[in-house]
């Protein structure tokens, strides 16, 4: 999520709020008034069933959910690079040796996390086509070419993880007391730039090498970098799906819709949660120092000095109380940012475009994940 720009003040958070009220208090009043008005006796009963499941969606209901059906099928395509590689099931051996010097499960975590990410997709395009609205379909933007290594299918991507810059500010802003939508800003754990986060060939990264800890030559160094920089994406992604979903919430209309926005949320926050323990072990004995001699990107034991303290302790996993609301009432353990302008549709596909993810792409796919996310962010409840 960005964290430039300006911030919007508690207070103008409340007067939004309250217009945002009075508004829902007069679309009711109209609502009234048009079904009187309008309907002739034995309409309703005329209306087809989907008619009136489609009629209990709001536009802005449709446009969330059909943004974030987009967001899902970006991350299916990004998860399912990483698990045909890295996966319980991966093909690229000494890329899931350097995962697993992170965690042994980290196999299995990233198969489970792909199915999850299949599973919002699937199940989000398919709420929509039972409600009579249009699901989203990205396939003519899959051109973006497959890692060469051991492992990759050869097949049309929509993302790229082949040379990104990860925004690893999410570790100190969840370390942190103060809070992005108050306008504070964080500084990055490690500088990942230009980084790839998978094997891109095997002549970079032989797929049958050892990775021993510490490694012990230049291809091993390389491949643990890379792994390292996955695991610090892993947590960037879903730490972003995490804010996305509990800001969409906010704007949206139908009971039915917010139990779906809020269910698939939480499970985005539990996928951050672990990834953000793993994570931390790039950073900490015994796996700490490894640099890429490629990139010179460094992974240092951030429990040590200059590191070390509440900023980047690896260990303090659990998010820090932070401000809320308010500044004038107590910190409090949550998701953030959680504003529009921090953490909404557009700001999740400018975070995405800042890691790299769509270089390459046509100008027609901005165009169309632009026109999704300012749908999304138009919306309001009703
Ligand atoms: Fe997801
Ligand atoms: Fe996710």
Redesign the pocket.
Known sequence: MTEQGPIPQPEDVDRLWSRVVGRRAFLRGAGATAGVAVLPAGAARAATASAARRARLTRGDIAILRFLAAA?LI?VDLWQQYAELGGVAGGNPAYIAALENLDGDMPQYISDNTD??VS?AQFLNAYLASMGAQPVNLDAFRTLPSSKATGARQIGRLTNLQRNTVDTSWYTRYRSRRNPDFGASFPQAVNIRDEPLIPISDADTPPNQGQPVPPTNGQQRRMQAIANSAGFHFAFIEQG?SSLYTTLSLMVTSLEVLRIVVS?GG??VNHFAVWHDKAGNAVNDPLAGVTDPETGVTFPNLNRPPFGGELFQTNLIMPEPTQFIRRNLPLCSVIRPSSRQNAGALAAVNALTADGLFNGQSPRFFRAARALAIAADAARRV
């Open positions: 899902e991350e999850d990410e919002h799906g698939i499970v985005e």
